[in-house]
């Protein structure tokens, strides 16, 4: 596993020297910067999504137990009506 590390063309160091080099001379090399950089803060952290997923989240909180209740009534009370015509 050494053998087949070592058995580069360029040393570790040559590398850094190349990458330093290339940098200084383009200036800051803005064309290898991150475009992470140009986000603003609500892009950045997401916020329009985790918005979404909050009210998402409560729409299914307050509908859902009014849809199971609806849809238990439904169920139970046929029976009920049912028994009470036999």
């Avoid at 070592?6 to 330093?20: G, H, S």
């Avoid at 609500?42 to 849809?67: A, E, H, K, S």
Wanted: glycine share 4%.
């Amino acid at each position: 596993m050494s053998r087949l590390l070592r058995d580069q063309i360029n040393t570790v160091r040559e590398v850094a020297v190349f990458w330093t080099e290339y940098v200084n001379s383009h200036r800051g090399a803005p064309q290898w910067r991150s475009p992470v950089t140009h986000l603003s803060w609500v892009q950045l952290y997401m916020l329009d999504v985790l918005l979404l997923l909050c009210v998402v989240l409560f729409v299914l909180c307050i509908t859902l137990p009014r849809i199971i209740t609806f849809i238990f009534g439904k169920i139970f009370r046929g029976k009920e009506d049912k028994r009470k015509k036999e």
